[in-house]
C-alpha cells in the first residue's frame, strides 16, 4: 500500500476522498472548513443537523460532493481538539480504515494529521497513520474457502500543513510501513493453528526471512543438536511431544563485525496444553498463541532486513510443542539445563522459562550488548497490568528506561515490574539448585527472577507479553505486538 506525503491547500487537493476530522465545537476549523466553504456549505449542515457526529470513531461517508475538489468526504469523530493526541490520531485512522474497507474505495486522502498534535511530531503521525492503517486493514483468511469481501484501499495520502516536515514525515512512512510488516508476519504466524505452525513451520519461515535479505543468515538446529549442547531444561518440555523441536537462530549483520550484537529471544510454544499439569480446557484453544514472542522476534527481523540499520542482531527462538502423554516430563523430574545449573520441574506447564532459560544461555554465547527476551510467559502479568502494557522486567536500569521509552514513541506502552532475588526465594528445591515454579502471588516476577539467573552480568531485558499478543472473543486473534517497541528501540540504539 502506498502512502505519498502531501503539502498543498486541502480545499484544491483532486482526491476520490478526503478524510476529514471533525472536533467538537460549533465551527469546522482547518481542513474541514475549507472542503466546507468549497462545497457551499454541505459539511457544516450535516454537523448541524447531527449526521455528523465528533464522537471518537463515528464516521459519515459524504457522496457525491458538489464544488469541492473531492469526489466524497469521510467526516470522522474527533473529539475534543484540544485533546487530540497519538492515541487519538490512531482511533480516528483506524475507525476510517473500517469505513472505507466497507466501500471499496481505492484511494482516500487523510487530513487527520494535517494540524500538529499534541504529543506527536510529523515523523510519529505519518508512522502512526500506516500503522493503524494497516492494522485495522488486516484479515487472516488463509484457511477460509471464501474472503469475507471489500478491501480495495491501495494509496493513502498523507496530508501535513507544514512542507518542512514532508522529510520527516516520510521517514514515518518508510519506517511505518516496514513495522507494518513485520507485525502481519507476526500475526499471520501466530495465528495459524498449532497443526501447520509447528516448529519446523517457524523454521521455515525464518529460512524464508533469510533469503529475502543477504545480510541475514540462519541456523535451525535440531533436537540431537540441543542434547549435545545440554539443553537439558528445553528438551524436558519437547519431551512428550511427537513433533520434533528446534532452536531458530537469525543473524542480521547490518554493522561491522567487532561490533557486540542486540540478542532477542522469542518463546516459541506452538502449542502449551500445559503437558501432565495439563491446563483446563476454556479457551485451550488459545494456547497457540505461546509462540508469539517467537512471531514479535520474527518480524522485528523482517523489519530489520527492509530497513537495513547500522546494529548487529541476533535473534534465538527455541521452538516446541508442550504435550502430555507417556513420553512427557513428570512433576518432580530433575534436569541439567546448559548453564549447568539443575532444575527440579514442579510443575510442566511453566514451560516457558525452561525453554527460555536455555536459549539465554546459548545467546550469552554471542557476548551481547543487550539480551531481551520476549514471552507469553505468566498468567500472573495478565492479572498485573490487563491487556494494555507488556510487563517489563530489567537487571539494568538504563535499558529499562530506554525500552520503556520506546514504548510510549511508538504507542506500544510497557510497564516496569519488580525483578528482585527475594522473590526467587520460593523456587527452592530439596533436590536440585532450584524449582521452576513458585507461589502463585508476584508470579510474573517469580518467573523473570528465573530467567535471571541464567543471564549473569549481561543487561537483560524480559518483556511478558501475555496480557497484549492476542485478542480474545469476537476479536480473536494475534496484534502484532510488541513489533513496534522492539523496532523502535532497536532503531533508535
Ligand atoms: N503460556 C502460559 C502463560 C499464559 C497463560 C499466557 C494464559 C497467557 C494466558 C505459561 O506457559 C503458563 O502456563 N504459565 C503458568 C505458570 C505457572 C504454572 C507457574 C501460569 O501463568 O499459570
Ligand atoms: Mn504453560
Ligand atoms: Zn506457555
Known sequence: ???????????????????????EGHRLKGPTHEVDISCGGTLSQLVKTGSASARPGR?????????????????VG??????????????????????????????????????????LDEYYAA????????????????????????????????AINDSQKAKDARLGVTHGRAISTGMGLARDLANRPANICTPSHLAEEARTIAKRYKNIQTKVLAEHDMKRLGMGAM?????????????????????????APIAICGKGVTFDTGGISLKPPPKMDEMKFDMCGAATVMGTMEVLGILQPTINVVAVVPACENMPGSRATRPGDIVKTMSGQTVEILNTDAEGRLILCDAL???????????????TLTGACVVAVGHIYTGLF??????????????????????????????????????ADFANSGVRDGGASIAAQFLSRF???????????????????????????????????????
Not at 554471542?366 to 527476551?373: E, Q, S
Open 1 to 23: 500500500m502506498e502512502f505519498p506525503v502531501k503539502t498543498g491547500e486541502p480545499g484544491s487537493q483532486k482526491t476520490a476522498c478526503a478524510i476529514l476530522p471533525i472536533f
Open 59 to 75: 464516521t459519515l461517508l459524504v457522496p457525491n460532493l458538489q464544488g469541492a475538489a473531492t469526489d466524497q468526504v469521510l467526516l
Open 78 to 119: 474527533c473529539g475534543k481538539e484540544t485533546k487530540f493526541n497519538a492515541k487519538a490520531l490512531r482511533q480516528a485512522i483506524s475507525a476510517a480504515a473500517n469505513a472505507l474497507s466497507l466501500t471499496g474505495i481505492k484511494e482516500a486522502t487523510s487530513y487527520l494529521a494535517y494540524a500538529p498534535i499534541k504529543d
Open 127 to 158: 508512522r502512526a497513520t500506516v500503522e493503524a492503517t494497516h492494522s485495522a486493514l488486516y484479515r487472516f483468511e488463509e484457511l477460509k474457502s471464501k474472503s469475507s469481501g471489500k478491501i480495495k484501499l491501495s494509496r493513502l495520502p498523507i
Open 235 to 259: 528438551l524436558a518440555v519437547t519431551h512428550g511431544a511427537e513433533e520434533p523441536a528446534r532452536l531458530i537462530v537469525l543473524e542480521y549483520k547490518g554493522t561491522g563485525a567487532d561490533v
Open 361 to 375: 544461555t546459548y545467546a550469552a554465547r554471542y557476548k551481547p550488548r543487550y539480551l531481551i527476551d520476549v514471552a
Open 394 to 431: 530489567s537487571n539494568n536500569e538504563d535499558l529499562a528506561s530506554d525500552i520503556l521509552a520506546a514504548g510510549k514513541r511508538s504507542l506500544d506502552p510497557a510497564w516496569q515490574l519488580p525483578v528482585d532475588e527475594e522473590y526467587g526465594a520460593t523456587l527452592r528445591s530439596n533436590f
Open 455 to 493: 543471564v549473569e552480568d549481561t543487561p537483560w531485558a524480559h518483556l511478558d507479553i501475555a496480557g497484549i499478543a492476542w485478542k480474545s472473543s469476537r476479536d480473536k486473534g494475534a496484534t502484532g505486538r510488541p513489533v513496534p517497541l522492539l523496532t523502535d528501540f532497536l532503531l533508535n540504539l
